[in-house]
């Protein structure tokens, strides 16, 4: 799949040139601090807690605690480059007083080192379209632990719980379980304003960001019925903004009958006329697949609706019974030879959950855990350098036959990471490589 240059991938993708990538934007953080007394470089710090998140440790001390050992700090030098490693609460203090926003930047290049190499085009859904699915997570939640950006929920009798939350956009294809993220957007309270963040504000905030980094967005973006109201999709429909001209944004957006009355007391109406364009298949399992459309009607009952696509897909199980029910807006093409692959475009949407935050929360990255909150930035870093590191960790599934051969050797994740960690334990190596040749070697007898 797009491995270009032989078994390892393209070279501008493999470990070193894309950690080289990462600690250029780490190089362009401000150092703030007086320079006479400083211990440990802005790099070391940064590159520490990133070698903590690439190689799953669950937790900042015990990582910090392993690297004490010289044979570990060797190889946290010669895999990542880090000099000296700080101890935990001055690394977690050095990180929360510096801005992140270098460190948010860096997914761009890599995002467009893919693109470059060809890596991309087992994701497109359409000729030069990407499936970019958009889903709020939280990430943190507490209900002592708070800084200015946290989000707080009141409760009637007086409570109140602490959160971090995020917007994440992430490229998926229906048929591929890797999935690529780009730069989340912070759902987070800033200074100066009275009304709480919420994912919509989130939203427009990356909507505008997209449209920056991409003067022709190469995306379908698909989400829930949260972003199927008529400002929304005006804002991805409107082809100018401040009296620029713009690339209008397509869309897969669910649309539920609570949040849209008259939308669908039309569909009703069309319905019962027979006007609705239909399609059925039945598959090998004996379920029929049901595909009701109409193109070019009003979202709303108001005079500047928006005028959308609308698609209803059910299953009908062998035996009769209801199965999977659900409803789109869209701005693509309707018609018997799209609704099938476009009905398989909205339901990639469940993929940001299941491939990419349960992966993130379940499946070695520790999401939820608190690796450290901060005053002001140190949250939202450390969760910019972990899904950095499963940026790369995607990446090498896809294009690395060498680590994809090592992972292979074992049935779970976690299994795998341990495996590595322990290799750190007992072998000095130079480079990421050996690690994973040494993963893939066959074990050494104890005696000749």
């Not at 807006?329 to 475009?345: K, N, P």
Request: proline share 6%; aromatic share 12%; with cysteine.
């Amino acid at each position: 799949m797009g491995r270009g240059e032989g078994s390892r991938g393209p070279l501008p993708l493999r470990f070193p040139e894309l950690l080289r990538c990462l600690v250029q934007h780490i190089d362009r953080i401000r150092d703030t601090r007086q320079q006479r007394k400083v211990k440990y470089s802005l790099r070391d710090c940064y590159l520490s807690a990133f070698a903590m998140f690439f190689l799953q440790d669950p937790s900042l001390l015990e990582f910090q605690r392993r690297f004490e050992n010289a044979l570990q700090s060797n190889n946290l030098r010669t895999i990542f480059g880090v000099q000296s490693i700080p101890v935990d609460s001055q690394l977690r203090t050095i990180i929360d007083t510096h801005p992140h926003s270098a460190i948010s930047a860096a997914f761009l290049p890599l995002f467009h080192r893919l693109a470059d190499n060809g890596i991309l085009l087992p994701f497109q859904f359409m000729p030069d379209l990407f499936l970019l699915t958009l889903d709020g997570s939280q990430y943190f939640g507490s209900a002592k632990l708070q800084c200015p950006r946290c989000l707080v929920k009141e409760h009637k009798d007086g409570r109140r719980d602490y959160s971090h939350q995020i917007l994440q956009a992430t490229v998926v294809h229906p048929d591929l379980h890797q999935v690529i993220p780009l730069a989340p957007e912070f759902i987070g309270n800033e200074d100066g304003k009275e009304k709480q963040d919420c994912e919509i504000n989130a939203a427009k905030r990356l909507i505008a960001r997209i449209r920056a980094d991409y003067p022709r967005p190469p995306f379908i973006l698909v989400a829930d019925g949260l972003y199927s109201k008529q400002p929304f999709i005006e804002l991805l429909l409107d082809k100018e903004n401040k009296g620029k001209a713009q690339q209008p944004l397509h869309f897969i957006l669910v649309a539920k009958p609570d949040d849209h009355k008259d939308l669908f007391s039309n569909i009703q109406g069309l319905r019962r006329g027979k006007l609705l364009e239909h399609k059925e298949r039945v598959d090998a399992q004996g379920r029929r697949h049901l595909y009701e459309w109409v193109t070019e009607v009003p979202l709303n009952a108001s005079a500047k609706s928006p005028i959308v696509n609308f698609l209803e897909y059910r299953i009908i199980h062998k035996d009769g019974t209801p199965g999977y029910h659900n409803s789109w807006v869209t701005d693509l093409t309707l018609s018997a030879d799209t609704v099938q692959w476009i009905t398989r475009g909205g339901r990639a949407r469940w993929k940001i959950e299941n491939e990419s935050f349960n992966t993130l929360k379940n499946q070695g990255y520790h999401l939820e855990h608190n690796f450290g909150h901060g005053s002001h930035y140190l949250s939202e870093a450390l969760f910019l350098l972990n899904l950095l590191a499963f940026f790369f960790h995607q990446t090498f599934e896809i294009t690395d036959e060498l680590y994809q051969k090592a992972r292979a050797r074992f049935s779970a994740r976690k299994e795998y990471w341990n495996a590595i960690r322990a290799s750190f334990r007992l072998f000095l190596f130079a480079s990421w490589d050996e690690v994973l040749e040494r993963i893939n070697s066959p074990p050494l007898p104890a005696f000749p």
